[in-house]
């Protein structure tokens, strides 16, 4: 009787396996700011052909752009920079050490630059040490180095003005 019982749960147990294993997930944004698309049924033609834009991915040519990634938008230095200089670089240039004399802890500290000068050039990022050492992954020496995006993020931010929003 008991080797029954285990037998049927067993069936039961690989049965709920196969059937979850055979539905598919639905596919939901996760939050309110992404933008939804409606997408028309297979059987009717597209109204307007998609621009180059729409259908391929915008690279950076080069590490250091001259222009931001993505035109119109703002890169503030609270939300999108800080969090960046705080996980990669706050340990040698701004907690107990702060190596070349450079601290990176507040935007004031940053526009100061360190004992060998600016590392920043308001609006010109092909000029701006930072730009260069963390585009060339010269910087952080210790650590994961930044992401690509991480360091398009700084590139516009440069090249915005470098302001302390």
């Given at each position: 009787m008991n080797s029954m019982k285990a037998t049927f749960a067993i069936l039961i147990l690989i049965a709920g396996l196969l059937s979850?294993?055979?539905?598919?997930?639905?596919?939901?944004?996760?939050?309110?700011?992404?933008?939804?698309?409606?997408?028309?049924?297979?059987?009717?033609?597209?109204?307007?052909?998609?621009t180059a834009s729409e259908t391929s991915i915008p690279?950076?040519?080069?590490?250091?752009?001259?222009?931001?990634?993505?035109?119109?938008?703002?890169?503030?230095?609270?939300?999108d920079i800080l969090p960046i200089l705080e996980s990669r670089c706050i340990n040698c240039?701004?907690?107990d050490r702060t190596e070349e004399g450079l601290t990176l802890k507040t935007h004031a500290d940053i526009m100061a630059g360190s004992e060998n000068g600016a590392v920043?050039?308001?609006?010109?990022?092909?000029?701006?040490?930072?730009?260069?050492?963390v585009s060339e992954q010269?910087?952080?020496?210790?650590?994961?180095?930044?992401?690509?995006?991480?360091?398009?993020?700084?590139?516009d931010w440069i090249i915005q003005g470098a302001l302390n929003n």
């Open positions: 979850a294993c055979g539905s598919q997930a639905v596919d939901t944004p996760t939050s309110a700011s992404q933008p939804t698309e409606e997408v028309a049924p297979a059987t009717e033609a597209p109204t307007t052909a998609p690279t950076v040519e080069s590490p250091v752009a001259s222009e931001p990634a993505v035109a119109g938008t703002g890169v503030s230095f609270a939300t240039h701004g907690g920043i050039a308001p609006g010109d990022a092909a000029n701006s040490l930072l730009a260069e050492l010269k910087m952080p020496k210790r650590g994961p180095k930044l992401t690509p995006p991480q360091v398009q993020i700084i590139v």
